[in-house]
């Protein structure tokens, strides 16, 4: 057996291990990064990017059918599919072509095939050209996850879509049903009722985006349900029979669902089964995610993971950050995953955003605070864009000015808790929002009247 030695072995090209792969090769290392097939990495491929392009699309939709208010006229408005999928598609294209020319440029090898260790340090994978064996002075595992099918009778027989063939479909599905509450089942669900499918959700839990507040998760659920979508929710004991694409069935709750396709947003597990973790002596944890220190460092000597495999959040952002914490170990940083400050944003319509903790991790934390709310339809933007639905919601400590949290369920949701996430980091008090001379109309405007709210500490 023929072993190609580097100085750093990247298995797995999601956004931490390719940006590592190409910052390596540039600083002179002698770089291979092990890719399975999905150049740039998931997020590109059949997550983020994909999503959004296809949520897009159907936000163009759901405007055009509806344009009365703006002063439009329209008849007869539809929806092509197949025009709608070629657009996701060449927005991928054109990404991973990007992705690639930064690979060549920076003089990494690629190899591109089904890895799996055959001994410490050392990954064997299986090409198009054959097999070949690479060892790495540093291995940094970076395989992410998949979408998990949960235990549910004839689920898995009735070959349920996920978000990865989802994206791919030519044709709307004419009755949609999505075996999942949280954020994926939420916009891909919102995005197919807005192509002008029936769509049915159906939760475990009794509410919608189970993480989030009582009140955000109660106002998505009126967001949707006035566009039209079924959700069903506390659903227990689900059977599901038929086939996805052709006529499927779910019971639950004493309830028949039916639909022509079916689609799995519940959950996801790590891509560490079958790849010779144990033979690499890398350790997993209870829920099969690889273990990791502070530093993102494994219990095999000089072996790292990166990103959701690692247990990371599940934001390409998040996986980012990783790889600035393993280029710090290299360079004699200090940098660790201890007390980051990690946003999310949920691509709905009305879209929801937040940073910090809200209001049950607050209690559940014993952290003492006071909370500024404001509805969106006060906002004097969000009313000229007929966008009103939503609040905005701060938490501040108790006895200090300092923000603990931020959620916003509202048209520019993202960009705002930025704005807020940014007066974190600098450790400003929330007079600064209040205070700060921000533009008019602007949506981040809110900002000033939402910290106006706010009682002043107790003593």
């Not at 007869?76 to 927005?91: K, L, N, S, W």
């Not at 044709?171 to 192509?195: H, M, N, T």
């Not at 923000?403 to 600064?432: C, E, H, K, R």
Request: aromatic share 6%; net charge neutral.
């Amino acid at each position: 057996m023929q072993i190609e030695h580097f100085d750093i072995l990247i298995f797995g090209g999601g956004k931490a291990g390719k940006t590592l792969a190409v910052d390596q090769a540039k600083a002179g290392k002698r770089v291979a990064m092990i890719e399975a097939g999905m150049i740039g990495g998931s997020c590109i491929n059949i997550a983020c990017i994909p999503s959004k392009t296809f949520i897009r699309s159907a936000e163009i939709a759901h405007a055009l059918r509806s344009p009365t208010e703006f002063g439009s006229l329209a008849d007869g408005v539809g929806a092509d599919f197949g025009a709608v999928a070629g657009r996701t598609a060449r927005v991928v294209a054109e990404m991973v072509k990007a992705n690639q020319a930064s690979f060549d440029a920076s003089g990494m090898t690629l190899v591109i095939g089904w890895g799996k260790f055959v001994a410490p340090k050392t990954i064997e994978v299986r090409t198009e050209a054959g097999v070949r064996t690479l060892r790495g002075e540093k291995v940094y595992i970076n395989l992410g996850t998949s979408a998990q099918v949960p235990d549910v009778p004839g689920l898995a027989e009735a070959s349920p879509l996920t978000h990865v063939e989802a994206l791919k479909i030519d044709s709307l599905p004419k009755k949609l049903i999505v075996i999942g509450g949280g954020y994926i089942g939420l916009e891909l669900g919102q995005a197919v009722r807005r192509f002008g499918a029936e769509v049915t959700i159906i939760e475990r839990n009794p509410r919608l985006a189970p993480r989030e507040d009582q009140d955000a998760s109660d106002a998505i659920f009126d967001a949707l349900t006035e566009e039209g979508l079924t959700i069903v929710l506390n659903a227990k004991d689900l059977k599901v029979s038929g086939k996805s694409g052709d006529a499927v069935r779910v019971e639950c709750n004493g309830h028949v669902y039916e639909g022509s396709h079916i689609l799995v947003a519940a959950g996801r597990k790590p891509r560490t089964q079958g790849i010779g973790l144990d033979i690499a002596g890398v350790e997993l944890d209870d829920r099969g995610f690889i273990k990791v220190d502070d530093h993102l460092r494994t219990s095999a000597p000089e072996v790292w993971a990166m990103g959701e495999v690692a247990g990371t959040p599940m934001f390409t952002h998040a996986s980012l950050d990783d790889y600035r914490v393993v280029k710090s170990g290299l360079t004699g940083g200090a940098r660790t995953t201890v007390d980051r400050l990690i946003p999310y944003c949920v691509f709905i319509d009305p879209e929801f955003a937040r940073i910090g903790l809200n209001e049950n991790e607050a209690r559940q934390a014993g952290v003492r605070y006071r909370v500024a709310k404001l509805p969106m339809d006060v906002i004097p933007r969000a009313r000229t864009l007929s966008k009103r639905r939503g609040f905005m919601k701060a938490l501040v400590e108790e006895r200090s000015d300092r923000i603990i949290g931020f959620s916003m369920l509202g048209v520019n949701a993202g960009d705002v808790m930025t704005v807020v996430q940014m007066t974190m980091l600098g450790g400003l008090p929330y007079t600064a929002l209040r205070d700060g001379i921000f533009a008019h109309p602007t949506i981040s405007e809110g900002l000033n009247m939402l910290f106006a709210t706010l009682a002043p500490p107790t003593n």
